[in-house]
T-cell receptor
């Protein structure tokens, strides 16, 4: 069976510090991978998605970036965090055909202070 | 018109009640539809897919109306454990992206 791992669960970072969130998927190959953000009281916002190694599509201009160094690894990064980067970050995957069911990791609650 | 719109909520219902949520979508070419459930500070989890002919899973019934571009979720005999936020999710034709509604919060009261 497929599983998705995301860490850390909680993170408190000062403004201006770097960020690295990691996500890995097991039990499947060549998944589509996604990073979403959910700000307090708001809906899920798609940040990045990837259909293959090294292929990243950005949905929202911001100071965040994503990388996919391996087939089942997806990383969200920032060189300098802003207060507005606070939120609940979720990694997710779907099968390669697209439009399929989306499965989420357990999320990272990021607080930028 | 927003891509996916849901009832604003919150819905506060007594145990045993029947409650219905609606969701409208703007992309007439959308092909896949889902309902997700999200508990506070947790990840969304797939509740059920929504099929053209309508589908049922226990106390939950989902309907799709392509002509009017809306989806519904009906929960019968509400349980305390049904308290959560319910998210409507729609995909585009040939798109890798799923669009989420903002969710409707349900509180089932003893």
């Amino acid at each position: 069976s497929q599983t998705i791992h995301q860490w850390p669960a909680t993170l408190v970072q000062p403004v201006g510090s770097p960020l690295s969130l990691e996500c890995t998927v097991e039990g499947t190959s060549n998944p589509n991978l996604y990073w979403y953000r959910q700000a307090a009281g708001r809906g899920l916002q798609l940040l990045f998605y990837s259909v293959g190694i090294g292929q990243i599509s950005s949905e929202v201009p911001q100071n965040l970036s994503a990388s996919r160094p391996q087939d089942r690894q997806f990383i969200l990064s920032s060189k300098k965090l802003l207060l507005s980067d606070s939120g609940f970050y979720l990694c997710a995957w779907t099968k390669v055909s697209g439009g399929e069911k989306l499965f989420f990791g357990s999320g990272t609650q990021l607080s930028v202070l | 018109r927003k891509e996916v719109e849901q009832d604003p909520g919150p819905f506060n219902v007594p145990e045993g009640a029947t409650v219905a949520f609606n969701c409208t979508y703007s992309n007439s070419a959308s092909q896949s539809f889902f309902w997700y459930r999200q508990d506070c500070r947790k990840e969304p989890k797939l509740l059920m897919s929504v099929y053209s002919s309508g589908n049922e899973d226990g106390r939950f019934t989902a309907q799709l109306n392509r002509a009017s571009q809306y989806i519904s979720l009906l929960i019968r005999d509400s349980k305390l454990s049904d308290s959560a936020t319910y998210l409507c999710v729609v995909s585009g034709a040939g798109s890798y992206q799923l669009t989420f509604g903002k969710g409707t919060k349900l509180s089932v009261i003893p």
